[in-house]
């Protein structure tokens, strides 16, 4: 897996005053970030980013932060009836279905965060 896919990022929505859509940040590289009208084009844009951060500092010679060590990862059990629901929308989407989970997470912590402020 490439080293660029190992840093954790952050998705939170923007408000209209600053466009609308969403702003995905990489804490452990202050600085590179990427947006899009959805949470999925949010992180592809910075995940584009971060690449090409990451290419420039090997150019300059220097070497890129190591990731944060957490592992991202974790098991749930869910419903039957919501887990199909969920890959049929996954496949209907064309992202898998942890994308899918982590993209709806993201949104609902936005919400959540934006309510609360």
Request: positive net charge; aromatic residues 4%; proline residues 7%.
């Amino acid at each position: 897996m490439s080293k660029a896919l190992d840093y954790p990022f952050t998705v939170r929505p923007l408000g209209k005053e600053d466009g609308g859509g969403y702003l995905c940040e990489f804490p452990d590289l202050p600085g590179v970030m990427g947006d899009g009208g959805t949470v999925e084009e949010a992180i592809g844009d910075a995940r584009k980013a971060l690449k090409a951060a990451l290419a420039t500092l090997r150019q300059l010679g220097r070497t890129p932060p190591e990731p944060t060590q957490a592992s991202g990862q974790w098991r749930m059990r869910a419903p039957r009836s919501l887990h199909q629901r969920l890959a049929a929308r996954a496949k209907a989407e064309g992202v898998s279905l942890n994308t899918l989970a982590v993209s709806l997470l993201a949104e609902g912590l936005g919400r959540r965060d934006k309510d609360a402020a």
